[in-house]
């Protein structure tokens, strides 16, 4: 088994995204279905009908939308393609990613995986005002030298959010200190940054409020030991029991995407395939930046299922 499946987080969003999907396969409608039921309002017409991105873009949507999307694709590759998960040895997501893999690993079940989301992105964007946060993704920088700058600074709330790859480290802050800091980063470390179109500053302190809300909600979910490996984005380790994954999925709040080192563990524990299940080629496309003989493969719609063998 030297192959691996993982799935996107935030950002990888579009309109009609899977639609083609959902107008092909009776199957993959009553998912949707299932989802709208779950959470009582149609996501379905958000995700496929909808014309105003800014509605898919709050995040309360965003999660869940992103990972009926992905887990879709998931479905119409297992049943039309034969694809078989305990063919591959990990399964990682980034950030609510991790979700959508728990889901595949039947860790938790669909209707359960939709409610997360929704009320995992309705604390998050609760635990900060809207545009009092922002998200910076700064390039050509390792998380190293991006610790030691800042453990410099003066700007409190200004933590690294991710670590997505080599030369891409995400920050995450009030509003102010994302500012202040930017104008730094690029004076002083002559490095280029991206402003990310998100709605709260995620996985930093910040989300102290979410996490706090997210513990209450999850002591009602069960969670099954995974029939397949999954990656912590937290720990960045193999995680299979169930209070773990949990208490990890609450500390994933305020805590450090772990991307770079999941992918590591990959590479050397012999993944020579990846596999990247959803909208957008977020993932695919930081996979660049690893120095590995890791062959990536990225799915999103119905005419790269007809190609996949």
Known sequence: MSKSIIFPGQGSQYLEMGKNLFENFSYIKDLYYEVDDALNFKLSDVILKNQDKNLLNFTQNTQPAIMITSYAIFKVLKIEKNLNKEDFKYCAGHSLGEYTALLVAESIDLTQTAKILFNRGKFMQSAVPLGQGSMIAVLNINCEEMENFL????????????DNCPGQVVLSGSLEDINLISIEIKAKLKKKYVTLPVSAPFHCGLM??????????LKNINFRKPKIHIISNYSAE??????NIKDLLIKQICGRVRWRESINLMSSSGVKNILELGPGKTL??????FKNDIKNFNIENFEDIKSYD
Do not use: C, H, L
């Open 151 to 162: 453990s410099k600074k003066k700007y409190s709330s200004v933590e690294i959010s991710n």
């Open 208 to 217: 102290k409020d979410a996490e706090d809300q997210m513990n209450e909600f």
């Open 284 to 289: 695919t496309n930081m996979m660049k930046r």
């Open 238 to 243: 193999v995680q299979e029991d169930p209070k």
